[in-house]
């Protein structure tokens, strides 16, 4: 026997956009810095620089921000059946797989693609929470595992529950003003390497850049 140890979140990252090859991504743009996990769903999103996501989560018809971080078994906009038709079962919608056309239904696509999710940067999902459509979620947010998040969040919120409520902010009104104007996940690289340990002193840091 012989010890073994490594994680998903050991491999190293580039500025090439890191992809588990058991991941399904569809019409789909990732920046640098990215990892997407193992058994992801990604359709028709946009990835910003550094987020990652862990394994098993889903992502239709989004806009994800920069460091955003998405635990396991997130899903960010589960997407609506048509409940109005006489059936809401999908073989109204993916016709042509059923043999029922040549093409699909795309109103149906549309539609979902209308109703797309909008997260900002610095988010962190916890594990199994489910954003709905339409919800933007603020900059500096959290929401909390197992959260169903169907109204938007204020940025630097905490959220919980189902359906989420805040509970608190992460930091001070002044603070978090103060975060939004400062936007240092808008630096560039050379300016985040140098000023990389400035990142865990809250205080100093608004003092030097606020
Ligand atoms: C949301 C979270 C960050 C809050 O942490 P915290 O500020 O330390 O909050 P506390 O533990 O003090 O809890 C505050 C209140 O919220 C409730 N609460 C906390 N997390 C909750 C959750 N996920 N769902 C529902 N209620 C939650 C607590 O029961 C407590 O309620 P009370 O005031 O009525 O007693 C944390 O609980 C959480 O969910 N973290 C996500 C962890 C995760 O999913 N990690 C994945 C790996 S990246």
Not at 130 to 158: F, H, L, N, Q, R
Not at 161 to 187: C, N
Request: proline share 4%.
């Amino acid at each position: 026997m012989k010890p073994i140890h490594q994680t998903h979140a050991d491999i190293p990252l580039s500025a090439e956009p890191a992809i588990n090859p058991s991941s399904h991504i569809t019409n789909s743009f990732a920046g640098a810095w990215t990892s997407i996990g193992p058994n992801n769903k990604i359709i028709e999103s946009r990835i910003g620089d550094y987020t990652y996501t862990m394994d098993d989560v889903t992502v239709n018809y989004a806009e994800v921000g920069k460091f955003t971080s998405i635990a396991s078994h997130v899903c960010i906009n589960p997407v609506d059946h048509p409940m109005d038709r006489v059936t809401q079962h999908h073989m109204t919608y993916r016709r042509a797989a059923f043999g029922f056309a040549q093409t699909n239904d795309e109103d149906i696509f549309n539609w979902r693609r209308g109703n797309r999710v909008t997260i900002g940067h610095d988010v962190w999902i916890g594990h199994g929470a489910i954003v709905m459509k339409g919800v933007t979620i603020g900059s500096g947010a959290v929401v909390g595992s197992g959260a169903i998040v169907t109204k938007d969040v204020e940025p630097y919120t905490v959220v919980v529950g189902v359906a989420a409520r805040p509970i608190r902010k992460r930091f001070s009104e002044e603070t978090i003003r103060q975060l939004l104007q400062i936007a240092w996940w808008d630096w560039s690289r050379e300016l985040l390497e140098e000023r990389f340990l400035e990142l865990n002193d809250i205080d100093a840091f608004i003092r030097k850049y606020g």
